[in-house]
């Protein structure tokens, strides 16, 4: 989409237009060209193709924001946004009526959410996403909320303001990056606001290795309905810094935070009893698996392995619980003769630990039978393992 179609939106035409489009269920990516031939006959050519992208990104939007079919997007600015949930758990880190600043702010799935209880410096260099965040805190009630400025922030002073978030490109001819030096900018350009902002958040890639958070910052993972959505680093003056935590969100509003201890024991052992535990993968990058297990009497299969187990069915927000029908060392033969007792002819598979996919295995089982079965893939004290579980 470029400029010109998209201010075109913003006239009483592209308005009305953009309101038939919303209606019309018949609009999808494979008749896209379809509908571009149509319309060309009675609109210019950027204004049907920045409607018709507008109306399908905004379907697509609906995934991570209440509010997506009043909103503006690019393609690539949609698939990086911040899920709205998270920009409003993550709006908390800042006490209301805070004057913040939002660095790379793009169309502004972090800088709308801030702006709910302060007021926000909104800065990026591109201009078209700059004039979509502009409409997007209008639709919004939340103009007087945010200040919009194109720069090249890596140059700018921030003295005088109570917090800052960057969202740095982690991202180079669509490959993902690892190294935090090698961000756009580096993560060490934070240093320099240290001294005029008194706390800061930076969003980094939910992979980032342990050897890659600088000293003296928090890292907080955060998931939303199960998935693994964003990682972020938090520094605050005054404090040491060096905690990991995890938070889990659902899009029911429920929200529970837990904080490794770097000293806790490690879990106990054991082999599968009743029930098979995994934890949210928050908790899994956030190294609090010993925490949870210790916490509610649960044990590993296997020290390198997050998987846990009980002979007690125990409820937790940070667990995905299944009861385990039965268990065997990984023979093949076995396994497909217990299956096929059963009449299982479709297996799910999952897999922690193990060298073997799911599409060879359940080649290789080569089933015929009316019922399913999941099976789970691991290992216990090294050695493969398979497990028959139900979700409960």
């Not at 997506?68 to 899920?83: I, K, V």
């Not at 690892?178 to 958040?201: C, K």
């Not at 935590?245 to 659902?250: C, I, S």
Request: charged share 20%; proline share 5%; hydrophobic share 45%.
């Amino acid at each position: 989409m470029e400029m010109e179609g998209f201010r075109w939106l913003l006239s009483d035409a592209g308005q009305q237009l953009l309101a038939e489009l919303s209606n019309d269920r018949d609009l999808n990516e494979a008749n896209f060209l379809r509908y571009t031939t149509k319309l060309r006959k009675h609109y210019p050519a950027e204004a049907v193709t920045a409607a018709l992208e507008t109306n399908l990104l905004r379907r697509a939007a609906q995934a991570k924001f209440p509010q997506a079919s009043q909103l503006y997007f690019t393609r690539e600015a949609l698939e990086q946004a911040t899920p709205w949930l998270v920009a409003s758990y993550r709006q908390r880190h800042f006490a209301t009526g805070s004057r913040l600043v939002d660095l790379g702010c793009s169309v502004g799935g972090d800088a709308l959410a801030l702006a709910q209880s302060c007021s926000v410096l909104a800065i990026d260099r591109d201009p078209l996403r700059l004039a979509m965040l502009e409409a997007n805190a209008q639709a919004l009630g939340l103009s007087q909320q945010i200040s919009i400025q194109e720069a090249d922030f890596t140059t700018l002073e921030f003295a005088g303001y109570a917090g800052l978030f960057i969202d740095p490109a982690r991202r180079s001819n669509g490959k993902r990056i690892w190294d935090v030096e090698h961000y756009q900018p580096p993560l060490s350009t934070l240093e320099r606001w240290r001294g005029q902002v008194p706390i800061h958040g930076a969003k980094v890639a939910p992979g980032i290795p342990d050897d890659a958070v600088p000293a003296g910052y928090d890292l907080e993972f955060i998931s939303l309905d199960g998935d693994l959505r964003e990682a972020c680093l938090w520094w605050q003056a005054g404090q040491v810094g060096g905690q990991r935590k995890a938070v889990v969100l659902t899009s029911a509003g429920a929200e529970h935070s837990l904080i490794a201890d770097s000293t806790q024991a490690a879990a106990a052992l054991s082999e599968p009893l009743a029930y098979l535990y995994e934890p949210d993968p928050a908790v899994i990058r956030a190294h609090a698996v010993a925490d949870i297990a210790n916490q509610l009497d649960l044990a590993q299969f296997d020290a390198s392995i997050a998987y846990l187990t009980s002979d007690r069915l125990v409820q937790s927000p940070f667990l995905r619980a299944w009861q385990i029908e039965q268990w065997l060392p990984f023979n093949l033969k076995l396994l497909r003769q217990i299956l096929q007792a059963r009449e299982i002819g479709r297996v799910t598979v999952k897999k922690r630990g193990s060298p073997i996919t799911p599409e060879e295995l359940s080649k290789q089982l080569r089933l015929k039978g009316r019922y399913e079965q999941t099976l789970v893939l691991t290992k216990l004290q090294g050695q493969p393992v398979v497990l028959l579980v139900k979700l409960l």
